[in-house]
């Protein structure tokens, strides 16, 4: 069964950078795409970008272009989003998140737990 | 800036029928866009429900469909029942491996 596990909570200061990972099980990694979504408390659900591990092309949201990177490892089926100077404002839930595209269309399926990003002095 | 809008909040009785909707600044929805349909309960992870339009996930229950309705992406709940009550998001593709989110829909089952 398809599963993509996160890595833990993290806590950051002001200016520094995070990095959470997604690992990919119960499907061929090369073969979907990965998206990246936040929610901050309280807030909905925002796409921040996306890479596709078969050659490790990446997308991202205007909001975010120059302040996150998003990479994988094959060798592992893991997908990473660093996200870099953070504010508050970027205390979020971040979650990773599986798209597809097939003769309907794009489509995202499963999604991971989620990482908790608390950025406090 | 796209804006995606849907209501913020919607209610319905037990057994009900609603139809919450997903509009784009750029203009009308099409199949294009390849709505899709997410519910997030509280404290959870969003759980995806309709994928472009009106194509469901093996674990949609019947009740849910998607449409297209108006120049907007729809959601239908048919029979509706107190498990549905959640937060509603859809997510339209904009080309350039580019999406956005609407803003959500709270629906209250009273």
């Known amino acids: 069964q398809v599963q993509l596990v996160q890595s833990g909570a993290e806590v950051k200061k002001p200016g520094a950078s995070v990095n959470v990972s997604c690992k990919a099980s119960g499907y061929i990694f090369t073969s979907s795409y990965m998206q990246w979504v936040r929610q901050a408390p309280g807030q909905g659900l925002e796409w921040m970008g996306m890479?596709?591990?078969?050659?490790?092309?990446?997308s991202y949201a205007p909001n975010f272009q120059g302040r996150v990177a998003v990479t994988r490892d094959t060798s592992t089926s893991t997908v990473y989003m660093e996200l870099n100077s953070l504010t508050s404002e970027d205390t979020a839930v971040y979650y990773c998140?599986?798209?597809?595209?097939?003769?309907?269309?794009?489509?995202?399926?499963?999604w991971g737990q989620g990482t908790l990003v608390t950025v406090s002095s | 800036q796209i804006v995606v809008t849907q209501e913020p909040s919607l209610t319905v009785s037990p057994g009900g029928t609603v139809t919450l909707t997903c509009a784009s600044s750029t203009g009308a929805v099409s199949s294009g866009y390849s709505p899709n349909w997410f519910q997030q309960k509280p404290g959870q992870a969003p759980r995806a429900l309709i994928y472009?339009?009106?194509n469901k996930h093996s674990w949609t229950p019947a009740r849910f469909s998607g449409s297209l309705l108006g120049g907007k992406a729809a959601l239908t709940l048919s029979g509706v029942q107190p498990e549905d009550e959640a937060e509603y998001y859809c997510?339209?593709?904009?080309?350039?491996?580019?999406?956005?989110f609407g803003g959500g829909t709270k629906l209250t089952v009273l």
């Open positions: 998140a599986r798209g597809r595209y097939d003769s309907t269309g794009y489509y995202s399926d499963y």
């Open positions: 997510l339209l593709y904009y080309g350039g491996a580019h999406w956005v």
């Open positions: 890479i596709n591990p078969n050659g490790g092309t990446t």
């Open positions: 472009s339009t009106d």
